[in-house]
């Protein structure tokens, strides 16, 4: 078996209210955060009736980065496709895409397999299945007895579904990834029970996805200055502003849960940096 050790809950003030951050980027060096509760089911499957795995999606995923660390761990080759690279990336190899490809990734431009083989597992974008139920309840159960109320920005919104799916206390998230409808449906996709679904809030102007905002910039800074804390750059800018203008909806304490993905703002630096110049 392989286990996830349990992650810490740490105490911050931010723009003066408390918080409780759940440091569950810590899980594990090598997933990413949230990636390693949602492939957690695949770490203990037996995988000698698979010689590799497939996904698709960005070149910069925190996902891609993680499922090159379960391939690796299990021995079995991992082909990615993607629509499209930035030639600067193939050029520059930096964050999730070169630590990807040290680890063996096999990556192809062009659409993804129509049919998979018997002997190739497919892992969806973003890892937007039914199997991350299984690490994520792990997860719910660490939190279960705290009196909070729970906030987690979210991509596929798999993680902050199944984290409500198994929780009484309210989780509350952001569409980072297109819209609040197109969130929705995601729900809808992995559980019919809306009574089971996250509350998403959102803001009135609409920020897109892998974009670079000066605003989300000021805020990580604005983070790292007052808790000491690295947090992300796609996700997690988005989540702290959405807090910070629904402050007044909270009932109790804001647990945040802290997903990872610091790879990531490797590549995401530079940008920032080139922006600057
Ligand atoms: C993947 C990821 C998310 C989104 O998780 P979903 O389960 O797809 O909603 C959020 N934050 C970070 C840092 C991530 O890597």
Redesign the pocket.
């Known amino acids: 078996m392989i286990e996830i050790k349990k992650t810490p809950v740490e105490k911050v003030t931010f723009d003066g209210f408390n918080y409780l951050i759940k440091r569950d980027d810590l899980s594990d060096s090598r997933f ?4 390693a509760r ?1 492939l957690y089911y695949f770490l203990n499957l037996d995988f000698k009736n698979f010689k590799k795995i497939i996904s698709h999606g960005s070149p910069q995923s ?2 891609m980065y993680s499922i090159s660390h379960l391939a690796k761990i299990k021995g079995v080759g991992f082909e990615y496709f993607v629509d499209h690279i930035a030639s600067y990336l193939e050029q520059n190899p930096c964050g999730n895409y070169k630590y990807a490809k040290e680890n063996g990734m096999k990556i192809t431009v062009g659409d993804f397999p129509k049919s998979i083989k018997d002997d190739e597992l497919f892992i969806p974008e ?3 299945f039914a199997q ?1 139920e299984v690490g994520v309840k792990i997860l719910a159960d660490e939190i279960r007895d705290m009196d909070v109320d729970i906030f ?9 579904l199944y984290l409500q799916k198994h929780l009484k206390q309210k989780v509350y998230t952001c569409a ?1 990834v297109g819209d609040a409808n197109y969130l929705k449906k995601q729900f809808f996709q992995l559980e019919k029970d809306e009574a089971l679904h996250p509350t998403i809030l959102s803001l009135s102007k609409k920020y897109h996805f892998g974009k670079i905002y000066c605003e989300f910039f000021e805020i990580w800074v604005k983070l790292k200055d007052e808790t000491g804390i690295e947090f ?1 750059l ?3 800018p988005l989540g702290w502003m959405n807090i910070q203008k629904h402050q007044v909806h909270f009932q109790k304490e804001i647990l945040y849960i802290h ?3 610091l790879i ?1 703002n490797e590549s995401m630096l530079l940008r920032y940096e080139r922006l600057n110049k």
Do not use: F, I, R
């Not at 987690?152 to 902050?160: E, N, R, V």
């Open positions: 990413s955060g949230n990636k949602k925190n996902a973003g890892g937007h991350a987690l920005p979210s991509g596929t919104g798999t993680t902050a980072c992300e796609l996700y997690d997903q990872g993905g990531g």
